[in-house]
């Protein structure tokens, strides 16, 4: 059997046409699988449901930065690695020193090591920080009571 010069092109042009149709094909069936994917997430608040497993820390609405006298600050942030109930904390805890620590929820404190101290940053009001710049504050975080706090 002979094939003229043009048979390739042929062959080449039916198998495109070949493709063109499956594709047309598999199109119509997305088109109504999506049509069923958008009425079965008809109920919004299922949406929500399933990032639920992870309960929101009272720690967690610690984020932000806290003031202290003298330009001291206590900077708490999400942990870079998402893991709940880790912290990236930055820290300037005396005139002469700003630095960075991991802290780790427990319980309704925030845990860190500064200066090979196990210390807890934990929730309390101005007076209890000792300091006078803080006296009659509400929302503040203390680290050691009558040396060291911060507040809102």
């Given amino acids: 059997m002979r094939f003229s010069s043009s048979a390739p092109y042929m062959v080449g042009m039916s198998i495109l046409l070949l493709l063109a149709g499956c594709a047309k094909s ?30 929101r820390l009272p720690t967690d609405d610690w ?11 206590l ?7 998402g893991k709940p109930g880790h ?6 805890d005396n005139l002469d020193r700003q ?3 991991d802290g780790v929820a427990d319980g309704s404190t ?31 975080l203390i680290v050691m009571a009558g040396q060291e706090g911060y507040c809102r």
């Fill in 110 to 140: 925030i845990r860190f090591v500064r200066d090979g101290k196990d210390l807890a940053i934990r929730q309390g009001k101005g007076d209890e920080t000792g300091l006078k710049y803080l006296a009659g504050k509400q929302e503040c």
């Fill in 63 to 73: 984020v932000g930065r806290w003031t202290g006298p003298e330009g001291l600050f």
């Fill in 26 to 55: 598999t199109d119509d069936g997305n088109a109504s699988n999506n049509a069923a994917m958008v009425e079965a997430i008809d109920d919004v608040d299922a949406l929500g449901a399933v990032g639920s497993d992870v309960a």
């Fill in 87 to 92: 912290y990236a904390i930055a820290n300037r």
């Fill in 75 to 81: 900077d708490i942030q999400p942990s870079p690695d």
């Fill in 99 to 101: 630095d960075d620590y």
